[in-house]
Structure formats: structure tokens, C-alpha cells
């Protein structure tokens, strides 16, 4: 997490990152402007939260003229890598879920085989895995298992 998001938007789309995540906790005063500044360097933008924040903080930005395309839920205090899953912020998936059925959910912290299934069945189809992955004996193994959860909880078109 970074204090100033805006000084960052630049550098990452000069490095050719195709989308920009910031916490609402450091920009709720400007989230509109950063927002505009992150998709006219041709990125996409998310907006993250800490599981101390109340997820309806970020409903203005999904709900905005110029929205967001996607809502990271943080499952673990930010800062660290190996930390235990938490899976009552699984509620504030399901919240944007319900309200959102179309956004992109992404879920960060504690996710691996033992924590993927309650992730993606509470609305997650994105997830990031750091050390269940990077830690595990055959990676690609886990890589595939975690897929493999998100395609088969996406909804049939």
C-alpha cells in the first residue's frame, strides 16, 4: 500500500502494467481524480480494501460516471506475505456480489487450496496467491487447483 497512488500511475503505465489498484483508505478525498489519471494511461482501475473498511466505501466508486472495473477485498492485513485467510471478509464479497453481479471481485491474502472453494463460491473471480503458490513442492499443481475454483464457480452463459 501506498500513500500517494497518483505519483505511482505514470511509472507503472510507462512499465506497460495494463491496470492500477489503489486503497480507498489513502485516496478517499481524490479517488475520482486518480481514477481519471489511471484510465488516460490506457489501464484499468481497481480500487482495494482493508478488512477494517466497510465495503459499502466503495460503492460510489463502482457506482461513479467513470467507474472502477474491479474491487479487491484484502483477507489479511496488508503489508505481509503468509498470513492466515479471513474468511469473514467473505461478506463483503458477497455484498458486492449481490449488488454488482457483473464486477470484477478480487480476494488477496491467506487463498490456497484449503481457502479457494469459500472464496469463489461467496463471488470472487479473481484471486491473488503469493504464498500457497511460491511455497508449495509443484506450483503449477496449486496454480492449476486454484483455477480451476474460479472457472467452475463462474456462472453459465
Not at 19 to 40: A, M, P, R, Y
Not at 55 to 76: F, G, Q
Not at 126 to 132: E, L, R
Request: proline share 8%.
Amino acid at each position: 500500500m501506498v500513500t500517494n497512488p497518483l505519483d505511482y500511475v505514470e511509472p507503472f503505465a510507462k512499465a506497460g502494467a495494463s491496470g492500477f489498484t489503489f486503497h480507498i483508505e489513502v485516496c478517499e478525498d481524490n479517488w475520482q481524480e486518480l481514477v481519471k489519471e489511471i484510465k488516460s494511461k490506457g489501464m484499468k482501475a481497481g480500487v482495494s480494501l482493508k478488512p477494517g473498511t466497510p465495503v459499502e466505501k466503495v460503492y460510489p466508486l463502482v457506482e461513479a460516471k467513470d467507474p472502477v472495473e474491479m474491487v479487491l477485498i484484502m483477507t489479511v492485513e496488508p503489508g505481509f506475505g503468509g498470513q492466515k485467510f479471513m474468511p469473514e471478509m467473505m461478506d463483503k464479497v458477497r455484498a458486492l456480489r449481490a449488488n454488482y453481479p457483473s464486477l470484477d471481485i478480487e480476494v488477496d491474502g491467506g487463498l490456497g487450496p484449503s481457502t479457494i472453494d469459500v472464496a469463489t463460491s461467496a463471488g470472487a473471480n479473481c484471486i491473488v496467491a503469493g504464498s500457497s503458490v511460491f511455497g508449495a513442492p509443484d506450483p503449477a499443481q496449486v496454480i492449476s487447483l486454484l483455477r480451476k475454483s474460479v472457472e467452475d464457480s463462474q456462472p453459465v452463459s
